[in-house]
């Protein structure tokens, strides 16, 4: 059994004078600092400031695409009044294509949005009816091209000549080049080409193509057809 002795260790004193001394200060308390704890408001900052960043450009991009699209592509409109009905309803809303018309020109049937040749200010929703270059005339409630009747299966009245048109029963009125005759579906309370003659092109705003509200009748708008 190990002595009392036998426990003790045996130190070179010539070894233990060349060790040299470390002194380990220690931290007075209140005077801690921990590096991780001090960055982590700078952390909290900058994913801030990032996030807004990346949230202000996500806005700028998506307001940049909006306006290219509302200025050049499509255009949302509201119905307002009955000239168009039984077809196009008050408060309805249509999107307008703006871009078709610069490739093609519009035809009979198109259902179109224009600058009212009365107030510059207020867009007007009609159809088109004759193209340039033809011969249009009323006649016994009808609508005559180049003296052939069309056969308007979207109207549920004839066409009538109110006190204020400008045309007069059975008379033929020739479109202009670049000029299209417009009417309203609901013949009987539109103002339209039968009061201040045909339109300019230049004045056309595009074609309406949908539908979107109300949701129950959201949908592309059907093609006009002619017998």
């Known amino acids: 059994m190990p002595t009392s002795d036998s426990l003790k260790v045996a130190i070179d004193t010539s070894v233990s004078k060349q060790v040299p001394t470390v002194v380990i200060s220690a931290q007075q308390p209140g005077n801690q600092s921990n590096p991780a704890s001090s960055s982590l408001p700078v952390k909290i900052v900058r ?20 306006v290219v699209v509302y200025l050049f592509l499509v255009q949302p409109h509201e119905v307002k009044g009955n000239s168009m009905e039984p077809n196009f309803h008050n408060n309805e809303y249509i999107l307008t294509d703006k871009i078709s018309y610069r490739f ?34 009323i006649q016994s409630g009808f609508v005559y091209i180049n003296d052939k009747k069309i056969n308007e299966v979207y109207l549920r009245e004839n066409t009538v000549l109110y006190p204020g048109s400008s045309m007069q029963e059975g008379a033929d009125i020739i479109i202009p080049e670049n000029y299209y005759f417009v ?39 059907p093609a006009a057809a002619y017998n």
Do not use: C
């Open 47 to 66: 994913g801030i400031i990032n996030f807004f960043m990346d949230f202000l450009e996500t806005i700028v991009v998506a307001l940049s695409i909006f």
């Open 104 to 137: 093609s020109d519009p035809k009979r049937g198109d259902v179109v949005i224009f600058k009212s040749p009365k107030n510059p200010d207020v867009d007007y929703i009609k159809r088109i009816i004759g193209i340039p270059g033809e011969k249009v005339k």
């Open 183 to 221: 009417m309203g579906d609901n013949r009987s309370h539109s103002s339209d080409s039968r009061e201040f003659g045909p339109i300019s092109q230049a004045n056309i705003i595009g074609r309406a193509f949908m539908r979107y509200w109300p949701l129950s009748e959201f949908g592309l708008l």
